[in-house]
């Protein structure tokens, strides 16, 4: 679709946006890996899943360099390279996120008390984590289509807006239910299990972000 707007510099910035979302997605993946490693206490691979991910988020802020100096050298009619920026920038909000909420865990272990009163107060925190990934992979899909089927890229993209409402009510139910039992933990580890929450959630409103910014460029060229 926009390929017919752009200038020949512009060539491969497709290609290396596709790279851009093969890292952040691999970064939220592991989340779900860094999840279930903090329930069963394994605190060397909840250390190790946080490095993966941090290598991944910095790889990802390389490929988004060479994006922006595709954009630099390049043309993009109507408005379309601001809009190549911001769908690159909503991307590395989703990496960077993933990268802080998996150092929000791997900074301390609370005691064993603390984590199974985590896990048996708010038992969806998997389940948002999951959710979060599946939010993150459907507006690749939505990305993906984009040159291909733009009816269904901005089916994708609503699907993404969605699904990101839905979890805004997960969230909200993990914190009331985190707050609730608050004196079951230590002020550091509260704040700990509270910021990640968080985080987690900075990631899906990233995506729906990206899916507006998607939403626009559809717009923008079937206008």
């Known amino acids: ?51 993966r991910i941090a290598a991944l988020e910095r790889e990802a802020d390389e490929v988004k360099r060479r994006i922006e100096m595709k954009l630099y050298r390049g043309t993009l009619f109507v408005g379309l390279k601001e809009d190549f920026l911001r769908l690159a920038e909503a991307l590395d909000v989703v990496s960077d996120k993933a990268k802080d909420a998996s150092r929000v865990i791997a900074l301390r272990e609370p005691c064993h008390e603390e984590i199974r009163a985590f896990f048996q107060y708010c038992p969806n925190v ?4 999951e959710s979060t990934i599946e939010i993150v992979k459907e507006f690749k899909r939505a990305v993906r289509l984009l040159d291909n089927d733009s009816k269904e890229a901005l089916a994708a993209a609503h699907r993404v807006e969605k699904s990101e409402e839905m979890l805004d009510d997960i969230k909200l139910e993990i914190l009331m239910q985190l707050t609730e039992h608050e004196e079951e933990f230590s002020t ?10 968080l985080m987690v959630d900075m990631i899906a ?13 559809i717009l923008k060229a079937s206008s």
């Open 1 to 51: 679709m926009w390929k017919r707007f752009a200038s020949l510099p512009l060539r491969g910035t497709g290609e290396r946006l596709r790279e851009h979302q093969e890292l952040v997605l691999k970064s939220v993946e592991l989340l779900g890996d860094l999840i279930k490693a903090c329930r069963n206490e394994e605190w060397a691979a909840v250390r190790s899943i946080a490095e």
């Open 126 to 129: 998997e389940r948002l984590v």
């Open 188 to 197: 550091l580890t509260y704040l700990q299990f509270r910021d990640f929450i």
């Open 205 to 217: 409103d990233a995506a729906e972000e990206g899916s507006d910014v998607l939403t626009a460029m």
